[in-house]
């Protein structure tokens, strides 16, 4: 069974610092993967996927993320934190196939300090 | 373009009573999941829709079963509802040709007394 593992639950970094969220996934066929963003009490929205195009993959509020095969790694980072990047982040992970059913890392908390 | 929205955005049961949580997909999307996220906790699959029928089932017992409409709108009901149940509840929709990338709802917070 696939899985998706998050190195670090809760990741604390200054403001202007640089952002590396790490996340590894066990897979013998590169998925497809993802990075969502969940803020308090809401829903899971959509940072940045990789979907095969190519290695180094850009999103939304200045994030990126690379796809390292060798590794198994898809690490989000970030290169200068915001107040406003404070949030849960998700890693996900789908083969596709009969259906698209996504396995989520457990999260990494990312706290950003004045 | 609307988002995938969902209703209602809390509920408050008692255990043993059931409940139909409703979700209406983004224009265009004719695939639906929905995710059951206990606290503190990553997004767990439930099931998936496509155009009308089941096509993917994760690890949750029979209580929990689900409906997609003709216009792509969809239900989870959960019957007989036990204290485990109480998390927040997430869809998501996705496009043809695009079916892996999903975007979610903004949720149902269930709370089980």
């Known amino acids: 069974a696939q899985s998706v593992t998050q190195l670090g639950s809760h990741v604390s970094v200054s403001e202007g610092a640089l952002v590396l969220l790490r996340c590894n996934y066990s897979?013998?066929?590169?998925?497809?993967l993802f990075w969502y963003v969940q803020y308090p009490n809401q829903g899971l929205q959509l940072l940045l996927k990789?979907?095969?195009?190519?290695?180094l993959v850009k999103g939304i509020n200045g994030f990126e993320a690379e796809f390292k095969k060798s590794e198994t790694s898809f690490h989000l980072t970030k290169p200068s934190a915001h107040m406003s990047d404070a949030a849960e982040y998700f890693c996900?992970?789908?083969?596709?196939?009969?259906?698209?059913?996504?396995?989520f890392g457990k999260g990494t908390l990312l706290t950003v300090n004045p | 373009e609307t988002g995938v929205t969902q209703s209602p955005t809390h509920l408050i049961k008692t255990r043993g009573q059931q409940v139909t949580l409703r979700c209406s997909s983004q224009?265009?999307?004719?695939?639906v999941s929905w995710y059951q996220q206990a606290l503190g906790q990553g997004p767990q699959f439930i099931f998936q829709?496509?155009?009308?029928?089941?096509?993917g089932r994760g690890n949750f017992p029979p209580r929990f079963s689900g409906l997609q409409f003709p216009n792509y709108s969809s239900e989870l009901n959960v019957n007989a509802l036990e204290l485990d149940d109480s998390a927040l509840y997430l869809c998501?929709?996705?496009?043809?040709?695009?079916?892996?990338?999903?975007?979610f709802g903004p949720g149902t917070r269930l709370l089980v007394l």
């Open positions: 897979s013998s066929v590169p998925p497809y």
């Open positions: 829709y496509y155009r009308e029928e089941e096509n």
């Open positions: 224009s265009g999307h004719n695939t």
């Open positions: 998501a929709s996705s496009q043809p040709g695009t079916e892996e990338t999903q975007y």
């Open positions: 990789y979907t095969s195009a190519a290695t």
């Open positions: 996900a992970a789908t083969k596709g196939g009969s259906n698209y059913k996504l396995t």
